[in-house]
């Protein structure tokens, strides 16, 4: 029994879960703490748990297009969160335009689906070029020449946003239908826009696990993760395949974009 399990798993393995069950320990044993202390209600309790549902509603996304990269390319994007950003930025354009303009406020919905739309365009535009210019050259060379040149386009594209627009922090406008909360029942109430973060998340997520488990191209994506060589000899084409991995890992993200509480 014991030598199977030695097989199956690795060192990396028992490494990861040891990690994990001492940060969920120090988190329990935290929270009990801070019950015992008796500075929070329940209501603030409800009201920390929604948020962080929330806010990691947006983490997995990101950590889902970092995965997705890494499971294909076997190298880390430093790039990943830049081609987020120019989803994030080009959208905020968008919407304050049709902030300025009345659009918004008459029509939020669709105003809405064509701001995620533009910015979903622009990250995946933007990470079909990463991969053609700086990525698909070096995919025979050794893993850190990769690694280095993603680098080198996050800080390149840090600048060229920072040179464009500026440093400043730019907040999304305020959507009517999504001010306020809706109640639960009495002293619990959750804001609109975290309800809007959460479902929109988790469809999401839903989304991109059926696009890779149940579908063509999901099972050519994790072929090349497997072997890149031998998904080639039975007609697989990698390039494409990676594109379509680098297009998918970002535009998840862009929808998010107005909705980070």
């Known amino acids: 029994m014991l030598k199977r399990v030695l097989e199956r798993y690795t060192l990396t393995d028992f490494f990861m879960w040891l990690t994990g069950g001492s940060i969920v320990t120090l988190v329990v044993v935290g929270s009990i703490a801070t019950l015992r202390t008796g500075n929070y209600t329940y209501r603030h309790w409800f009201d920390f748990l929604v948020f962080g549902l929330a806010q990691g509603s947006v983490y997995a996304l990101i950590a889902l297009g970092y995965t997705l ?18 989803g994030a930025y080009i959208g905020y354009f968008v919407v304050t335009a049709f902030n300025r303009s009345g659009f918004l406020d008459k029509n939020p919905v669709i105003a809405l689906l064509i701001v995620s739309v ?3 365009l622009t990250s995946v ?16 060379a050794p893993r850190l020449v990769p690694l280095i040149t993603a680098i080198g386009a996050s800080f390149f594209l840090q600048e060229t946003f920072r040179t464009l627009f500026g440093s400043q922090s730019k907040a999304y406008p305020d959507v009517d239908i999504l001010k306020g909360t809706i109640s639960l029942g009495g002293d619990f109430a959750i804001q609109k826009i975290q309800i809007l973060v959460i479902v929109a998340a988790g469809a999401l997520m839903a989304a991109l ?19 890149k060589d031998t998904a080639a000899l039975i007609g697989i084409d990698v390039d494409a395949i990676i594109v379509r991995t680098l297009c998918w890992a970002p ?11």
């Not at 990269?69 to 120019?86: K, P, T």
């Not at 063509?216 to 994506?221: D, F, I, P």
């Not at 535009?251 to 509480?261: F, M, Y």
């Open 69 to 86: 990269v890494y499971g294909i390319l076997r190298m880390i994007n430093f790039a990943h969160s830049e081609v987020f950003m120019s």
């Open 118 to 120: 533009v910015a979903i």
């Open 125 to 140: 535009t933007v990470a079909v070029l990463l991969e053609r210019i700086a990525y698909r050259p070096l995919r025979k």
């Open 209 to 227: 696990y059926f696009y890779v488990m149940r579908t063509r191209t999901g099972k050519a994506m994790r072929a090349v993760s497997e072997d």
């Open 251 to 261: 535009w998840p993200l862009a929808p998010e974009a107005s909705s980070i509480p």
